[in-house]
């Protein structure tokens, strides 16, 4: 079906949170059941174009065409990594040409069937926060994605896993391309429809959603008890070392980040986990380790251990094997939960960011920095 472009100022259906769809519905005096019907087009069948609706009347979809138009992400390249997991590079509609990244992570049983499909999405094309070892934070900031442009990268995915392993997506991780919890509204608004029966109908106890530890975030997250998880990126263990790796601590630091984490957990009642990002040398001793065994007891958590995609131009390099033993032996003695996760797609540039700038998506504006 040819996509519709647009013209005039025609409605952009995907840039309506479910309340102002519901509106416009009502607007033109649809039936209940047709908004359902529309909604399903949009974020459950992926309809780029009014044509693909089929079960809607054709009056009907020549009037949303002369006041709607529905635009849709399109995959500009992909990149399969020899261990199964898939980059892909979408294209943003507008004039700008913006791209951004989603990741496909798949585990699979030891039959070779697929266990967790686990997608990783970004929420903002670059990002402002500008945190020392990242590729996105080095492309600075260009805009935020809408609510819409990030539910097309998990549909357009789920559309390709299902035809690839026969089952949906299993978990989603708002940990691509920017900071989640800057783009608020959007951020909320995609996990409810992706939650959303008519939409991608997952559970919000597979969402995860991660923030640099934006505190105010934090609470409102809380108190909108959305059932999502979260997920801190925290990366260092105190002010002196997070100050000299993510510019956002030294506004928010981990007092504030404690004040916040206990907030959210005392409202949702949910555990929390913490990212840690294992630098050679950096944050890796015995004492790194202490003192985030300390912060891992605010309240019930866990802890990610990931070893480092290293990145060209950053100078923090990924620990080695028997620094991580002593570190990850530190936690356990301490009863601390902690996992290591191995890099994935190590030959395909799956670090956040690195396949943008690969395309050539590298000059933006970076407020940090300003
Ligand atoms: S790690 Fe996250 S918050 Fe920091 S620069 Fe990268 S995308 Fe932004």
């Given at each position: 079906m040819e996509k519709e472009v647009s013209t005039d100022n025609r409605t952009d259906l995907k840039s309506l949170n479910t309340d102002e769809l519901k509106q416009f519905c009502d607007d033109l005096e649809l039936a209940d059941y047709r908004a359902d019907q529309v909604y399903q087009w949009l974020y459950q069948k992926g309809a780029s174009s009014f044509d693909e609706m089929t079960n809607l009347s054709k009056d009907l979809r020549a009037k949303l065409k002369e006041i709607a138009e529905v635009p849709r992400i399109t995959i500009h390249s992909q990149q399969e990594s020899k261990d199964g997991t898939i980059k892909f590079l979408?294209?943003?509609?507008?004039?700008?040409?913006?791209?951004?990244?989603?990741?496909?992570?798949?585990?699979?049983?030891?039959?070779?069937?697929?266990?967790?499909?686990?997608?990783?999405?970004?929420?903002?094309?670059?990002?402002?926060?500008?945190?020392?070892?990242?590729?996105?934070?080095?492309?600075?900031?260009?805009?935020?994605?809408?609510?819409?442009?990030?539910?097309?990268?998990?549909?357009i995915i789920n559309e390709i896993v299902e035809e690839?392993?026969?089952?949906?997506?299993?978990?989603?991780?708002?940990?691509?391309?920017?900071?989640?919890?800057?783009?608020?509204?959007?951020?909320?608004?995609?996990?409810?429809?992706i939650c959303n029966p008519l939409g991608l109908d997952l559970s919000p106890k597979r969402i995860t959603?991660?923030?640099?530890?934006?505190?105010?975030?934090?609470?409102q997250l809380a108190d909108l008890e959305t059932?999502?998880?979260?997920?801190i990126s925290l990366h260092a263990a105190d002010d002196e070392k997070r100050d000299e790796i993510m510019p956002i601590n030294s506004s928010l630091n981990l007092t504030q980040l404690e004040e916040?984490?206990?907030?959210?957990?005392?409202?949702?009642?949910?555990?929390?986990?913490?990212?840690?990002?294992?630098?050679?040398?950096?944050?890796?001793?015995?004492?790194?380790?202490?003192?985030?065994?300390?912060?891992?007891?605010?309240?019930?958590?866990?802890?990610?251990?990931?070893?480092?995609?290293?990145?060209?131009?950053?100078?923090?390099?990924?620990?080695?094997?028997?620094?991580?033993?002593?570190?990850?032996?530190?936690?356990?003695?301490?009863?601390?939960?902690?996992?290591?996760?191995?890099?994935?797609g190590d030959d395909i540039d799956a670090g956040c960011g690195q396949l943008a700038i690969r395309e050539g998506q590298e000059k933006g504006k970076s407020m940090a920095k300003a």
């Open positions: 979408f294209q943003l509609d507008g004039p700008e040409g913006y791209k951004v990244e989603a990741v496909m992570i798949p585990d699979f049983y030891p039959d070779g069937a697929a266990n967790r499909l686990t997608v990783c999405v970004s929420s903002q094309v670059g990002c402002m926060f500008g945190c020392s070892f990242c590729a996105t934070g080095k492309m600075g900031y260009f805009r935020n994605l809408s609510h819409g442009e990030i539910v097309d990268q998990v549909q690839k392993f026969g089952k949906k997506i299993t978990n989603i991780v708002y940990m691509g391309m920017g900071e989640p919890l800057h783009n608020f509204k959007a951020v909320v608004e995609s996990a409810r429809i959603v991660s923030t640099v530890g934006l505190t105010k975030q934090i609470k059932g999502v998880n979260l997920a916040a984490v206990k907030y959210y957990h005392q409202k949702t009642e949910k555990p929390l986990t913490y990212e840690y990002l294992l630098f050679d040398e950096f944050n890796d001793s015995a004492a790194d380790a202490k003192k985030l065994a300390d912060i891992a007891q605010w309240v019930p958590s866990k802890i990610n251990i990931i070893m480092y995609n290293n990145v060209a131009g950053v100078a923090l390099k990924r620990a080695r094997e028997e620094r991580l033993d002593r570190f990850m032996q530190i936690l356990t003695s301490r009863g601390i939960t902690a996992t290591v996760r191995r890099s994935r």
